[in-house]
């Protein structure tokens, strides 16, 4: 049973248009979802999170969002870069829960020059 | 300030033997996680552990896997008589406090089974 859905296997933008990353998930315990960015042969490296009370946080070009009615979340990359492309992450933590994340299978994202 | 360090960054075992999995943490984090990622699959949690104590192993297999974190040197994780199907990456992170936002990962370890 996957609780953090990435239904998005590959997504492929051009430079300088929005990327849209979206996550859903099954699970109403969840209080936190974070965002992380990973390259081949390196380990995840993190991007941006949302606590549940909220429904929107920026960081630079990053702009996470978050749905609770709808269970679903989105990564906004504006404008996207060369540099961006990799496979990105969407993980949640279960409140009460001591920083077992559980995270979806990953969406790769291409952004062409 | 090194990040976490893990090593080896590639290892190659025979069925049947042991691998040994080795993750320092960053400095000031005296908390761990070992994570697993199966190809094409997102990460799967396997472990929390503090210095000396294991606080959660739930997804931790419960056979021939072990792991700890001793009050001086790096934690291990540890699979014994390993099988074709441990073949995987294997990430450890570590954070200051159990709150799990402030992870940092390490590179991996990735382990092939032959």
């Known amino acids: 049973d996957q609780q953090v859905k990435q239904n998005s296997p590959s997504l492929s933008v051009q430079e300088g248009r929005i990327s849209i990353l979206n996550c859903d998930y099954t699970n109403s315990m969840f209080d936190y979802f974070l965002w992380y960015k990973k390259y081949p042969a390196e380990g995840p490296t993190f991007l941006i999170s949302?606590?549940?009370?909220?429904d929107k946080n920026e960081d630079g070009r990053f702009t996470v969002f978050l749905n609770k009615s709808a269970k679903h979340l989105s990564l906004h990359i504006v404008p996207s870069q060369p540099g961006d492309s990799a496979v990105y992450f969407c993980a949640a933590k279960r409140g009460g829960s001591q920083g077992n994340l559980i995270f979806g299978k990953g969406t790769k994202l291409s952004v062409k020059p | 300030n090194a990040g976490v360090m893990q090593n080896p960054r590639h290892l190659v075992r025979r069925r049947g033997q042991e691998a040994r999995l080795r993750c320092s943490p960053m400095k000031g984090h005296s908390h761990v996680y070992w994570y697993r990622q199966l190809p094409e699959e997102g990460l799967k949690f396997m472990v929390y552990?503090?210095?000396?104590?294991?606080?959660?192993e739930s997804g931790m297999p419960k056979e021939r896997f072990s792991a700890e974190f001793p009050k001086e040197g790096p934690s291990i994780l540890r699979i014994q008589q390993v099988v074709r199907g441990d073949s995987a990456a294997y990430f450890c992170?570590?954070?200051?406090?159990?709150?799990?936002?402030?992870?940092?990962f390490g590179s991996g370890t990735r382990l092939t089974v032959v």
């Open positions: 992170a570590s954070s200051a406090s159990g709150e799990g936002s402030g992870y940092t």
């Open positions: 552990l503090q210095k000396e104590n294991i606080i959660d």
């Open positions: 949302i606590s549940s009370i909220k």
